[in-house]
Structures are given as structure tokens and as C-alpha cells.
């Protein structure tokens, strides 16, 4: 039976090698971060345990499956067991990978551009459309150019003089250069705008972590014995998890990991301007 409730704040040895696998997986993809005597960051541990215990505990992870439903699934427990992977383990580590990538992907916080980028692209905009600046003409733009400043219901500035465009430009160009990487310039902000991906992102996601994790436990790696059926195949095992949580309808993913291979194709280099609601 799962732990009814985690023990919040203390360490509990049972509790925390119940939760191995999750900690393994969140080390990459959802560490914490300090900073050396030099000012550059590094990953220091995770508190994604201590997110996790608390969101188990008070029921927030939500998914469409029970843990009687996962002990019956044949195909994926058969699987398990022949690779030799920890039953009750890979428990958690399913509902976390469910949990984060739900918090990336179907309830996550929109990321907006830093003032530092919004900065650039107005540079980019005016450099490249300024074909010719001399002190006896000023500034000449292949392209009409006009800056315009809304002050809602109130009034609206327009700049529509070259010179004064091009000097914006070339003043924004200098305080770039000047803004730190831990200025509040150079920060992505957000106005907690909710961002639902594509359901085949989160199974990209979804996959990549469970990929992640056969990695680095090459114990895991083994050969299929003549005479053997049950697959020992981490894709397809991955493909039918992503069926069993209802992630997918689609029931080829329980048969090949060929669609499972097409969502990582399509999906696998994509970056999400996103912050994990649930795991920050």
C-alpha cells in the first residue's frame, strides 16, 4: 500500500528512500540553485521532495488513475519487474514526472520577455532599418519608423523624427551593454498569465524525464533472453505509461513507440516560455 501521508520538514529515512527515484529525476530538472564566491550559479540539491510530500499530502496531484490500476497493469509491471526497477519507487517517481509536467505544460505560468530583451529587439528594429546617419542629415530609414507611447485613457505619444529614433536607439544600444545578468533588467517576468502546451509537449516532457532516469541507472540495462515475451524495451515501456495516465487516447502507444519517437522529434527541442506552477 502507498504511504497514506508523507512526514513534512523531517527526515523520515523510509520516506526519503521511497522517494529515490524522484530525487534522482529532480536533481536535473528541477534543482535548486546557489551561487559561488565568484557570483556564478550552480545547482545545489532540490526541494522538489519537500514540494512533492506536500502536494502528495494534501492531494493536489491530479491524475485519472489509482495505484490498484498500476499494480494491475501487466504489460508495464511485467516490464518493471524484469528490469529489475523497485515497484513501490517508481510509484512516486510516476506521480512527480505526472505532477511536474502538468505544473510545466497544462497549468503553467507564462514567462514574459526581461526589459533587457524587449530593449534589444527595439535596437535590432531601429539599427536595422537605418540606412545612413551623418552629423549634416541625420538619420535616414529605408522603412518609416515611428515609436508610439499609450498611456491607456489617458494620451498617446507618437514619435515619428528620425533623429530622435536613431538617438533612442543608440542610447538603448549603450545601456544595454551596461545591464548585468542580475540586474532586474535582465529578469523574465511574469503577470501570472496561465499556458497550456500541447498535449504532445507534455508527453515529450513526460518521456524525456522517464528517459532521464534509465539513463543514469544503467543497472536497469538489460539483455532480452531467448524465449523471453515480455519486452524489456524503456521506449515502449515509456509509451504505454503515457497511455495507462491518460496522457494519450491513442492506443498505438500501447503496441510500438513509434508515435512516442514522433512526439520527442517534433517536441524534444522545444523550449517553453513557461514557469512550473507547482515546482519552482
Not at 134 to 140: D, E, M, Y
Request: hydrophobic share 35%; charged share 30%; aromatic share 14%.
Amino acid at each position: 500500500m502507498p504511504v497514506d501521508k508523507f512526514t513534512e520538514d523531517t527526515y523520515i529515512e523510509f520516506e526519503y528512500q521511497l522517494l529515490d527515484y524522484v530525487e534522482q529525476v529532480a536533481l536535473e530538472f528541477n534543482p535548486d540553485m546557489g551561487f559561488d564566491s565568484d557570483g556564478n550559479m550552480y545547482p545545489c540539491g532540490t526541494l522538489a521532495i519537500e514540494r512533492f510530500k506536500v502536494r502528495y499530502n494534501r492531494k493536489f496531484i491530479d491524475i485519472k488513475f489509482k495505484h490498484e490500476d498500476y499494480l494491475h497493469n501487466k504489460e508495464i509491471q511485467d516490464t518493471l519487474k524484469e528490469l529489475g526497477v523497485d515497484i513501490d519507487k517508481f510509484w512516486y517517481l510516476l506521480l512527480y514526472v505526472m505532477d511536474y509536467t502538468a505544473g510545466y505544460c497544462w497549468d503553467a505560468i507564462e514567462v514574459k520577455e526581461s526589459p533587457k530583451e524587449q530593449l534589444e529587439k527595439l535596437v535590432k528594429l531601429i539599427a536595422d532599418n537605418c540606412s545612413d546617419y551623418n552629423k549634416v542629415s541625420g538619420a535616414t530609414f529605408s522603412t518609416p519608423i515611428t515609436i508610439t507611447i499609450n498611456a491607456k485613457g489617458k494620451q498617446t505619444l507618437t514619435i515619428d523624427n528620425p533623429n530622435t529614433i536613431a538617438y533612442i536607439g543608440l542610447l538603448c544600444a549603450k545601456g544595454c551593454s551596461e545591464i548585468e545578468d542580475n540586474s532586474i533588467l535582465s529578469l523574465r517576468y511574469s503577470d501570472n498569465d496561465t499556458l497550456t502546451a500541447a498535449d504532445t509537449m507534455r508527453i515529450c516532457l513526460f518521456a524525456k524525464m522517464f528517459l532521464y532516469f534509465f539513463e543514469i541507472n544503467k543497472q536497469f540495462n538489460k539483455r532480452q533472453k531467448k524465449g523471453n515475451t515480455i519486452s524489456l524495451s524503456k521506449n515502449l515501456l515509456i509509451s504505454r505509461l503515457a497511455y495507462f495516465t491518460k496522457l494519450t487516447t491513442n492506443k498505438n502507444y500501447l503496441n510500438d513507440d513509434d508515435n512516442l519517437k514522433k512526439a520527442i522529434k517534433e517536441y524534444g527541442d522545444k523550449k517553453l516560455s513557461t514557469i512550473n506552477s507547482y515546482y519552482f
